[in-house]
């Protein structure tokens, strides 16, 4: 596999990962089952963010010095590129957790065990991914027209289905789960599993949390499915493709606190990012006919998210209904 990844950057990354996934469970998950405000989450977000783009900036810095100034440019607009579209992606997942946790009517302070595991299972699942697809491409290169085809089909999915609520009561998982153990009917904090006494002997029963947790990894998998062909129509370095996706997904928690009250208001970000699939996948199968600039697609890919976020928010302000204090003014 062709990477500017040497044993002491992959050694370098590894080391901001787990001081990063250290600090997000100390300071942003400490004290239990106690709710994450907007203003600290909002917060949370940018250092997650500033910590990706200096890692960007150091990367140019080191290139530059090491490769050349085009190398150093290319493979940090590379970088930047992925984590965006990994970043819009993440969102969905977002939108399924709020989903997930809204059915299972498990409050805000109760939902950051779950988020934690959900965060680290999306690490561990999309590293395995990663360095399987990086071998793919390298042994097979016609496996990128089976990716684009992929996520073209996933695109227009995504936007057919943009309005249907998931039928989770008849989720085959959940009735799985239901039909080979015990579950509880009720939460029980933030334990998975309760023992209860039952006819002189101890019963161990699944909480309300434990499914939530199955279905998390579950759509954590799901997710990696789709975004992880979409970054190797940017590069196929296993290093830029695993760092840009990984801190894309460090910041997950945060963000999900902080859209945790606006899912609602990104009405139509479904829509958006259905067609960033829609082009990504395009782009994959037409990469040995027309080369789009990664620059070219990193405007495109910015220019579809910030489009169906302003047109979310001014939808979302026509559908609100007027204040009291504005209605007397009309009148």
């Given amino acids: 596999m062709d990477t500017i990844g040497t044993w002491w950057m992959w050694t370098g990354f590894a080391v901001i990962i787990a001081a990063m996934l250290a600090i997000d469970l100390l300071l942003l998950g400490r004290g239990k089952q106690r709710r994450v405000s907007p203003r600290e989450a909002a917060a949370w977000s940018a250092i997650w963010i500033g910590v990706s783009f200096l ?53 805000l302070e109760l939902q950051k065990r779950v988020l934690v595991f959900g965060v680290l299972g999306a690490i561990v699942m999309r590293t395995a991914m990663i360095f399987a697809g990086a071998w793919l491409v390298v042994e097979f290169h016609w496996i ?114 902080l859209l945790a009250d606006m899912g609602e208001r990104f009405s139509l970000l479904k829509y958006g990012l259905a067609l960033v699939l829609v082009f990504i996948g395009t782009k994959m199968l037409l990469i040995d006919l027309v080369k789009i600039p990664v620059l070219v697609s990193l405007g495109v890919v910015a220019a579809i998210i910030t489009a169906a976020i302003v047109l979310s928010l001014r939808k979302d302000a026509r559908n609100r209904p007027a204040t009291p204090l504005a209605d007397a003014g009309n009148a």
């Fill in 55 to 107: 890692f960007a900036a150091a990367l140019w810095w080191y290139l530059n010095g090491a490769a050349g100034r085009e190398i150093a440019n290319a493979k940090t607009l590379e970088f930047v590129t992925g984590y965006l579209i990994e970043k819009s992606l993440a969102i969905d997942n977002v939108f399924v957790w709020l989903m997930l946790f809204s059915y299972f009517a498990v409050p």
């Fill in 144 to 257: 990128l027209y089976v990716f684009g085809a992929f996520l073209l089909f996933t695109g227009i999915k995504m936007w057919r289905f943009a309005e249907v609520k998931p039928d989770l009561a008849n989720n085959p998982v959940i009735r799985w789960i239901r039909s080979r153990m015990q579950v509880n009917d009720t939460l029980e904090g933030e334990q998975f599993f309760v023992l209860r006494e039952e006819r002189g002997r101890l019963v161990r029963y699944a909480t309300p949390l434990f499914l939530v947790l199955v279905l998390v990894e579950l759509s954590d998998l799901i997710f990696a499915v789709d975004s992880i062909p979409a970054i190797f129509a940017i590069t196929t370095d296993p290093f830029i493709v695993l760092t840009s996706n990984v801190f894309a997904i460090l910041g997950l928690r945060a963000m999900y606190f």
